[in-house]
């Protein structure tokens, strides 16, 4: 999977294309409109990740320049304003998806597969990871091809784990993807916790590997290793 | 006490004042002159007599009358020529009435032909009294008229003089910082005025100017810091990614990731007030408040069925209500989860919606502070981790989307109160 990165603070960009290289992401990166426009025309992403915010103009440019050609490239929006406007303004014109500063670099990495996911109509769209098989918009996982249905919150957590294999996903982010505004709610903790032993039972129950490891004091990983 | 009042007040008092000082020594002067008049009329009189009684020897012996009257009586002694000036009262018959009069006596003794002689000139003090009176009433009649009379010009004047001052007063009631915009004074005639109104002009234009610097201080400098947030978080889980980290090292990330999501939450809370305060969010819609009041208690309904709270619903499905669509639900969110975060386990949360208000209270224990502040920034009881804006935001979309927000404690209940305004509150009718 071939991601540019369009973001102006170096840091953050850093730690971006370190992030998505770990996640098996293959990462270009511009750091301002003139040479991610230079980039887009050159070569053909899956995903690019931009920030609308850039030294040399609108990041919304870019997709408008995006959209006179004809392309597969899904479009993740990063903004440090969490408006409304600009929101609607970027799905509008062509964005995929919308995210604010600052996220969780898991919740980024789900967001630029999802993307993609959608946008290859023709690729497959099911998920797997050893014995299991998760499709995106039914409730079911498959087991060794054996169907266990699973609640909206079981299917989210682990699209969002799959997303995200080998990754130590803190429970905040986990708890931002599940529940969004109401993340700090009171005990969202303990229902992650409680997904978690239920969705680990479903696997282990019917002959899955236990690949969900708790992170002492952080949070989860799921992971074969 | 109005300024019109005051000034008034102060140029009676000393109206009356004067007016009692003069009245008194205006009689005082009209008695003395009347008085000084009469006794001086008397000694012309004496004058008189004495010419006479020169030309006419004899004389004295007839009757003769000069005023009203003259007595003249032998006495067997001259024994002085000392002349006599005094007021007595003499009774007299008039009318069937014995009356009490006043008379004032001249005296003196005087030898006429060898012969002494007292002679007495008698003068009835009467009339002179009731002019007196007459004139010292008359004097006061017409200082009374005047001063009512400068009394009502007077208001009159004033109040056309402190016109400007008041429509001064009148504009500057009407000023909203929150909204901003110029304060405008109509020009007057008088410099002072001008003046006043010039520096109340640059004093609001400045408080104004201070209030969107701070306005857009606090908002750029809440964006501002989202980037180095992010940066900060990136780092962290990167590092938590790394292998072999010790246990202890895991805990330092995990407070810091802690802080920075504190700061992150605070940040996005600040934004979105400032950007209330900037009427951002101006467009209206109307809102089924009942229809959203479900989906959001759907999707808090894990959090509820957690703390096995026994929830109550009042809804009245029929009504929307004139507001911004996008507040309307972060209202609504706000309210109830601060509901649910603050209500004991097995608790009620009761939620009554109805063409006046809406009214969400839960149970818990009474707040450590004061139910009044409750709506501040930045003011929390208990909950550490609470970031405390949440029902500022609550408040100031209250504000800005004319709704009446109050909060009670009563029978062990925490109750939020929304008053719709009726205007905006629409039924629908089936």
Known sequence: ?225 | MKLLNLTNRYYIVIALFLLLISVSFLTYRVIYLMDKEISDHMRYEKMQIEKQIALQPGIQDQPFVIGDRIQIDPIPKFTTFKVILRDTTVLLSEEGKILKVPYRILSYEQLISNKSYRITLWRRLTENRDLGRGLVSTIILVAVDIIACFYFLNRWFSSKVWRPFYRAINVLKKFDLQKGGRVLFQRSNVEEFNTLNAELTKLTDKVTRDYRNLREFTENMSHETQTPLAIIRSKLELLLQSENLKEEQIGHIRSTLDSVNRLSKMNKSLILLTRIENEQYATEDLVPLGQLLRNQLESLDVFIESKELHVQTHIDDDISVRMNQHLADILLTNLLSNAIKYSTRGGELNIMLTTQRLVISNSGPPMTIPGEQIFERFKKGDSPDSVGLGLAIVKKIGGHCNLQLHYEYTNGMHCFFVEFRPERVVVRTV
């Not at chain 1, 409109?33 to 609308?52: F, G, M, P, Q």
């Not at chain 1, 040399?56 to 409304?84: F, P, W």
């Not at chain 1, 060794?144 to 130590?168: A, G, Q």
């Not at chain 1, 982010?173 to 229902?191: K, P, R, T």
């Open chain 1, 1 to 225: 999977m071939k991601v540019l990165l369009v973001e102006d603070e170096k840091e953050l960009l850093q730690s971006m294309v370190t992030f998505l290289k770990e996640s098996g992401m293959v990462c270009e990166q511009a750091t301002d409109l003139s040479s991610a426009l230079e980039k887009i025309d050159l070569y053909d992403y899956d995903c690019i990740v931009l920030d609308i915010g850039l030294p040399d103009g609108n990041g919304l440019t870019l997709i408008e320049e995006m959209q006179k050609k004809e392309h597969k490239t899904g479009i993740v929006i990063v903004s440090a304003r969490n408006s409304l406007d600009d929101r609607l303004t970027g799905l509008n014109i062509g964005a995929d998806d919308y995210i604010t500063k600052p996220f969780y670099m898991p919740e980024l990495t789900a967001r630029i597969k999802s993307v993609v996911r959608r946008r290859t109509f023709e690729g497959k769209r099911e998920i797997t990871y050893h014995e299991l098989r998760v499709l995106p918009d039914e409730m079911v996982m498959y087991v060794n091809d054996k169907m266990i249905s699973l609640t909206k919150k079981e299917h989210e957590l682990l699209m969002y784990l799959l997303s995200n294999p080998n990754k130590v996903l803190t429970k905040e982010s986990i708890a931002e993807h599940l529940w969004g505004d109401h993340a700090d709610m009171a005990d969202s903790f303990d229902f992650i916790y409680s997904h978690i032993k239920n969705l680990r039972k479903k696997i282990t129950d019917n002959g899955g590997k236990d690949y969900l490891k708790s992170v002492y004091g952080v949070g989860y990983k799921f992971s074969g290793e």
